[in-house]
């Protein structure tokens, strides 16, 4: 990432938990255009997801771990860096935790930080930088939701 991400999520939906594998996914949120690959091009693959609208997952074409996830609501637009994969992950802890009414019962959560049952609203938690940086990305997010109608 050339940059800060937007914001860091830790979700704890069940399909995150079966996806990761893990009680949790933990995702920075990042303009598609901040990232740069510094290895191998990864391999896109589509996969189900609870919308039902799917995902692409990029993964490692030598190992297959998943790198990053393109989620149908921004396509390419916003990557979602799976942080665990960063070199250094310990730099990017979640700035909110969601789905928590579905977390494993053993995670305990933190009592200082922003927890939600389910989703929540941006513009409440998010900071104005970040929110800034995503009004630029709707005209973009847009154009990717037309081609999607195009292909209709």
Known sequence: ????????????????????????????????????????????????SESGRGQKIARCPMCKVAVWSNYSGSGPVIKFIRVGTLDEPDGFPPDVHIFAAS??????????GPVFDGYYEREAIWPAESLARRELLLPLIEKYHATLQGDA
């Open 103 to 112: 977390k494993q019962p053993w995670v305990v959560l933190p009592s200082d």
């Open 1 to 48: 990432m050339t940059t800060r991400p937007l914001f860091v999520h830790c979700c704890h939906c069940r399909w995150c938990q079966r996806e990761s594998g893990s009680a949790f996914g933990l995702n920075a949120m990042i303009e598609g255009n901040r990232v740069e690959n510094l290895g191998h091009e990864p391999e896109l693959v589509h996969t189900p």
